[in-house]
Structure formats: structure tokens, C-alpha cells
């Protein structure tokens, strides 16, 4: 069992930034790929970022490209979602998640194991 932690969101004025962090526990960390999600109210889930197990695979939506940034620091148990240039449309609430699978760049959520409880990102413009 993997427990994922976000934090890290908040509200922010458009064009501004914020760093989400999601913090692991309970299994080997690098074991695993990890992946951003964000959902909007009345929305589908959908694909943020992922990373592979060591960082060497990084796939990203369109939407985010440019401006967003996955990383991960596996000492720390932790991969972060550095967001930028932040638009109204980024308003969600973000989640990550572990796959199994530590060298998939998976983009679809059913091919995640483990999911944190979210965190919310609201955007003023």
C-alpha cells in the first residue's frame, strides 16, 4: 500500500505560480511512477504529468506544456507539479498518483494504483 500526501495549493492570481508537493509513504518510492491529475467541478479527471521512476521518461498535456513542470526527489519520497503562467482553466483540484508500473508515462487514471486525497488549486483572475 502507497499513502500519497499533496499540499501546496491554494489560490493564486493569474499568471502567477505555486508548487504542489506530494509527499509517499509506506512503500519504496522509486518503485513507482507518478503522475499529476486535475479535476474541475463537473469535469472529468484528467492528465496533468508523469514522470517514470527515475525521471527519465516525462510526458505532459498540452494544456500545461511550457508551463508546468514535473519532478521527483526519490530520497524524499516526494514528486512535485511546479505550475507557472497559472490560467482561470488551471482552477482544479489536483491529485497524484503511484503506478506500478515505475517506467510508464501512463495518461489514463485507471493505470494508477494509489491516489492522494487532492489538493485545491484556484486561479483569480
Known amino acids: 500500500q502507497v499513502q500519497l500526501v499533496e499540499s501546496g495549493g491554494g489560490l493564486v492570481q493569474a499568471g502567477g505560480s505555486l508548487r504542489l508537493s506530494c509527499a509517499a509513504s509506506g512503500r519504496t518510492f522509486s518503485n513507482y511512477a507518478m503522475g499529476w491529475f486535475r479535476q474541475a467541478p463537473g469535469k472529468e479527471r484528467e492528465f496533468v504529468a508523469a514522470i517514470s521512476w527515475n525521471g527519465g521518461r516525462i510526458v505532459y498535456a498540452d494544456s500545461v506544456k511550457g508551463r508546468f513542470t514535473i519532478s521527483r526527489v526519490n530520497a524524499k519520497s516526494t514528486v512535485y507539479l511546479h505550475t507557472s503562467r497559472l490560467k482561470a482553466e488551471d482552477t482544479a483540484v489536483y491529485y497524484c498518483?503511484?503506478?506500478?508500473?515505475?517506467?510508464?508515462?501512463?495518461?489514463?487514471?485507471?493505470?494508477?494504483?494509489?491516489w492522494g486525497q487532492g489538493t485545491q488549486v484556484t486561479v483569480a483572475t
Open positions: 498518483a503511484a503506478n506500478r508500473l515505475s517506467n510508464s508515462v501512463a495518461r489514463t487514471p485507471s493505470d494508477y494504483d494509489y
